[in-house]
Nanobody, 126 residues
Framework: QVQLVESGGGSVKTGDSLRLSCEIS????????MGWFRQAPGKEREFVVS????????LYADSVKGRFFISRDDNKNTVSLQMNNLKPEDTAVYYC???????????????????WGKGTLVTVSS
């Protein structure tokens, strides 16, 4: 069983930065494609970013390209999301997420994600 625990959320102002972390336990982390989703109040959960199991490929939602950067540290079993130049529309609960099986493709469709963290709240005020 994979367990995901997010940290690093908080309240910031427009233009500030935050770094989210996700600690993974329970399986061989290095074989999983990993990523982040977010859910704003009253909206559906949406894909933010993913990183391949070997760290060689990352995909970003258009809304965060050039501002958010994902990384992974297999030695520490963590995935991090550096968020720069935050905007009020980035306000959401951010979820670390993983597919069911190692090496499985990472889907942008949340219904295809199997493992979820409990989320961490990011609030950006103007």
């Amino acid at each position: 069983q994979v367990q995901l625990v997010e940290s690093g959320g908080g309240s910031v102002k427009t233009g500030d930065s935050l770094r989210l972390s996700c600690e993974i336990s329970g399986r061989t982390f290095g074989s999983y494609n990993m990523g982040w989703f977010r859910q704003a109040p009253g909206k559906e959960r949406e894909f933010v970013v993913s990183i391949s199991w070997n760290g060689g490929n990352s995909l970003y939602a258009d809304s965060v390209k050039g501002r958010f950067f994902i990384s992974r540290d297999d030695n520490k079993n963590t995935v991090s999301l550096q968020m720069n130049n935050l905007k009020p529309e980035d306000t959401a609960v951010y979820y670390c997420a993983a597919p069911e099986r190692p090496y499985a493709a990472y889907s942008r469709n949340p219904s295809s994600i199997y493992y979820w963290g409990k989320g961490t709240l990011v609030t950006v005020s103007s």
